[in-house]
């Protein structure tokens, strides 16, 4: 199956500073990928949807000015985290579709703010 | 958005035993329901899907029932072993219009050997 790279798969950062969380589709274009958020023992909550060169599309009660998501090429998008805080802390996944086919998920980056 | 939920939220079975996963939605333009397997702190991998189209789909041991009518659908396990232990996603999708998934709670699964 198709290949969705994520990174880093773990991080630590002080709080009030930004972190930025990378997905790639590695051998396919992805003009859409999404981007969930799990705590722990929970379901996953979609975030936004990326548009590779347009503006992401947020869920309601997402901060799109906390969450920063850039789609620069068909290949990779990006969620910056900014001015984070512990109660950001958790696990972030990013999803990729083929056209038309299942969802393929990147291995998840656990953020931990301190 | 769409709204699914899912039942029961933990499930433990006999090993050999069949484990049966519960997921109702909202919104009747969803035409694409994935069930994902999550293993702690990995990736959700895909096990089964069904497109409305379609009323039953089953693969080896695995086989999930869809009723469009009543807006659920079901995940069957059969035959379970330990290794099946795992939390279970069910997700509702449009797809061709978008390929959101919206997720269910979630099931964590124990299979008692």
């Known amino acids: 199956g198709a290949v969705v790279s994520q990174h880093p798969s773990w991080v630590i950062c002080k709080s009030g500073t930004s972190v930025k969380i990378e997905c790639r589709s590695l051998?396919?274009?992805?003009?859409?990928m999404f981007w969930y958020r799990q705590f722990p023992k929970q379901s996953l909550m979609l975030m936004a949807t990326?548009?590779?060169?347009?503006?992401?599309?947020?869920e309601q009660g997402v901060e799109k000015d906390k969450f920063l998501i850039n789609h620069a090429s068909l290949t990779l998008s990006t969620l910056t985290v900014t001015s984070a805080h512990p109660e950001d802390s958790s696990f972030y996944i990013c999803?990729?579709?083929?056209?038309?086919?299942?969802?393929?998920f990147g291995q998840g980056t656990r953020l931990t703010v301190v | 958005g769409e709204n699914v939920e899912q039942h029961p939220s933990t499930l433990s079975v006999q090993e050999g035993d069949s484990a049966v996963i519960k997921c109702t939605y909202s919104?009747?333009?969803?035409?694409?329901f994935p069930w994902y397997k999550q293993e702690l702190g990995k990736r959700p991998q895909l096990i089964i899907d069904?497109?409305?189209?379609?009323g039953e789909k089953k693969d080896q041991r695995i086989a999930v029932t869809l009723n469009k009518t009543a807006k659920h659908f079901s995940l069957h396990i059969t035959e379970t072993q330990p290794e099946d232990s795992a939390v279970y996603f069910c997700?509702?999708?449009?797809?061709?219009?978008?390929?959101?998934?919206?997720f269910g709670t979630g099931t964590s699964l124990t299979v008692i050997p």
């Open positions: 999803s990729a579709n083929q056209k038309n086919t299942e969802a393929f």
């Open positions: 051998d396919f274009q992805a003009t859409t």
């Open positions: 990326s548009n590779e060169g347009s503006k992401a599309t947020y």
């Open positions: 919104d009747s333009a969803s035409n694409y």
């Open positions: 069904i497109r409305s189209n379609v």
């Open positions: 997700a509702a999708s449009m797809r061709f219009t978008g390929n959101q998934f919206y």
